[in-house]
């Protein structure tokens, strides 16, 4: 067999991220996927970081292969996706080399203290709003040419709604981002939490008119919150659609011991302003422990043995990074796996909870 071109050799080396078709389209991602949502303006939330912290990070993703990138709109109101943009500039890194998913609904705000996430009613009824939220032809054209000015970029990879709007018809939704694949502004199309009543109905139209489908669902998932296994999780399985969920750590539950909680601003937050929140409470802590104890016997950081678990059942998971050393861990979690005995240990404890991220 003839020698690789030193070229792809080193490209290769540099390859450390697994790549996966994203459902049954002909889009392919890297495992795992970078969540940018901590990136922005920490007066949005105390939490984020700036934008000195998160370009290298966006650097080292790229050097290591993990090119394919989450954002919002909404996100720090468009601070992230100017983050994201600026580490194409700046780092000069080839537009046909990353896959950057963004979504639209909610509402940027236009200074730093309005945020949608809180303030839904109000923004509603605000004349600097109107047309500037939802679902609608407007307000989805309206989102989409914002958030292609701040990423710097002719198209978006993956545009994906960030919620479902009761107030607008199916139709005219997804006739909306139909037009905006038919145009090249967007590749393909992908939706989060909803239900899975409402994201059926949605592809349901789509192929009845012929127009674009959705071809992902990012849904809140992972191994203490499993609520999504009922109907969702099914759902996209039969029918082709790829899983890229978020907070597939629980909001670092997952990677950390129980004791560690708080560590982090984000975390303390949570701990001092979200009590009883789950991976906080039991069964959580139990299996949580027994994460724990199966990363133990392994020698593998926390974050692998939940990971390995989610890896088996989504196209990729959505994680955030505050350092090149998380990074790479979740990198390094490639290949791993469970045994069947392992997963039921790990998923015999679980509880029903309420629903979260959409109800």
Wanted: charged share 25%; with cysteine.
């Amino acid at each position: 067999m003839a020698e690789l071109p030193p070229s792809l050799k080193e490209s290769l080396a540099n390859s450390k991220c697994e790549y996966r078709r994203l459902g049954k389209s002909g889009l392919t991602i890297s495992v795992p996927i970078f969540g940018c949502m901590s990136f922005g303006d920490v007066r949005t939330l105390p939490w984020v970081i700036g934008e000195d912290e998160a370009l290298p990070l966006l650097k080292a993703a790229y050097d290591r292969g993990l090119n394919t990138w989450d954002t919002a709109n909404v996100y720090s109101n468009g601070a992230s996706e100017l983050i994201v943009g600026k580490a194409l500039k700046q780092y000069s890194i080839p537009r046909h080399k990353v896959i950057i998913m963004t979504k639209c609904y909610m509402a940027v705000g236009e200074t730093p203290d309005v945020r949608h996430y809180f303030q839904k009613a109000e923004v509603a009824k605000s004349k600097d709003y109107v047309n500037n939220w939802g679902l609608s032809r407007a307000a989805i054209f309206n989102q989409v040419e914002a958030s292609l000015e701040r990423l710097g970029t002719g198209y978006i990879d993956l545009l994906q709604i960030h919620r479902f709007d009761t107030e607008t018809p199916v139709e005219e939704t997804m006739k909306a981002l139909h037009d905006l694949v038919q145009a090249g502004k967007v590749r393909y199309i992908g939706a989060s939490s909803m239900w899975a009543t409402q994201f059926a109905t949605m592809q349901f139209v789509a192929e009845r008119n012929g127009w674009t489908k959705f071809v992902s669902m990012q849904n809140h998932y992972n191994l203490l919150y499993r609520e999504e296994e009922r109907e969702m999780n099914r759902f996209c399985n039969e029918t082709g659609v790829g899983l890229v969920p978020w907070a597939p750590l629980c909001r670092g539950h997952l990677a950390r011991k129980p004791e560690e909680f708080g560590t982090t601003t984000r975390s303390k937050g949570e701990k001092e302003g979200q009590k009883g929140s789950h991976g906080t409470v039991e069964p959580d802590l139990t299996i949580i422990g027994r994460v724990a104890e199966t990363a133990e016997k392994y020698g593998w950081p926390m974050s692998h043995v939940a990971l390995a678990w989610i890896n088996k059942r989504v196209t990729s998971p959505i994680i955030g990074f505050s350092s090149v050393e998380r990074l790479e861990e979740a990198i390094a979690a490639r290949g791993k796996v469970l045994t069947d005995e392992e997963e039921k240990y790990l998923e015999e404890l679980y509880q029903p909870k309420p629903i979260q991220g959409h109800s």
